[in-house]
C-alpha cells in the first residue's frame, strides 16, 4: 500500500509535529511506502492562480502547474491528513492544496451534462488526524466542520467503499502530558492496523 500524507504544520516543535511523525513511523514499520508531503516545507503554493483559474475545467490544461503534486495524489492508494484546526476549519494551505489539486480530470470527472463525479477510485483509504483548540462539546454544537468537510468533501471523491478514519484530540488549548500521550498512542493502533 502506498500512503500519501499530507500535513500542514509550520512548526517542528508542534504537538501534532509529533503526530505527524507517528502516523509516518507507524505506517513504515508496518511495511507501507510512505510519501511525506509536508505542505509547508515543500513550499506549497496555496494560490490559486489567473492562470490556473482561467483553465479550472479544462482538464487539458489545468493541471499545469500541480503536475507532479497531482502524479504524487494518483500514484497513492491511501491518503491521510494531519493537520491542526483553526478557526474551525482546515489550515489555509492545506484548503489551497485541495483547490489547486483536486481538479476536474483528477478528484472528479465532469459528464456531457456538466455533472460532477468522483475521480478518485484509487484511493481505498482515507484518515485525518487533527487537533482542535476548543473542547469536543463546544465543536458538537457547530456539528464539527472540519470532519464535515473532510468526510463530505474529500471522502466523497474516494472509492465508494474506501475505508474513512476521523482521529482528532479535542481541547488542545487544556491538554494535559497524559491525555497527548494517550492520543499517541491512539494514533500508533489505529495506523499498525493499516
Not at 484509487?122 to 485525518?128: E, P, Q, T, V
Not at 465508494?160 to 497524559?178: H, K, N, R, V, W
Request: charged residues 25%; positive net charge; glycine residues 6%.
Amino acid at each position: 500500500m502506498r500512503v500519501l500524507v499530507v500535513y500542514a504544520h509550520q512548526l517542528e516543535t508542534s504537538y501534532l509535529s509529533a503526530v505527524h511523525a507517528r502516523v509516518v513511523e507507524t505506517l513504515r514499520a508496518r511495511g507501507r511506502e510512505v510519501d511525506d508531503l509536508d505542505l509547508y516545507k515543500e513550499e506549497f503554493d496555496p494560490v490559486l492562480s489567473p492562470e490556473q483559474m482561467r483553465n479550472y475545467v479544462d482538464v487539458r490544461k489545468n493541471a499545469c502547474e500541480v503536475r507532479a503534486y497531482v502524479d504524487r495524489l494518483r500514484a497513492a492508494d491511501a491518503l491521510v491528513l494531519v493537520f491542526p484546526v483553526w478557526f474551525d476549519g482546515l489550515p489555509a494551505i492545506m484548503q489551497g492544496y485541495f483547490q489547486r489539486v483536486f481538479l476536474p480530470g483528477v478528484a472528479t470527472i465532469i459528464d456531457e451534462n456538466g455533472l460532477f463525479h468522483r475521480n478518485l477510485a484509487n484511493l481505498k483509504r482515507l484518515a485525518a488526524v487533527c487537533a482542535y483548540g476548543e473542547i469536543r462539546a463546544d465543536v458538537a454544537k457547530k456539528r464539527d466542520p472540519p470532519r464535515r468537510f473532510v468526510r463530505g468533501n474529500i471522502g466523497a471523491l474516494i472509492e465508494p467503499s474506501g475505508q474513512f478514519e476521523y482521529l482528532a484530540i479535542y481541547g488542545m488549548d487544556f491538554s494535559t502530558a497524559p491525555r497527548r500521550a494517550a492520543f499517541l498512542r491512539r494514533v500508533t493502533r489505529a495506523f499498525n492496523a493499516w
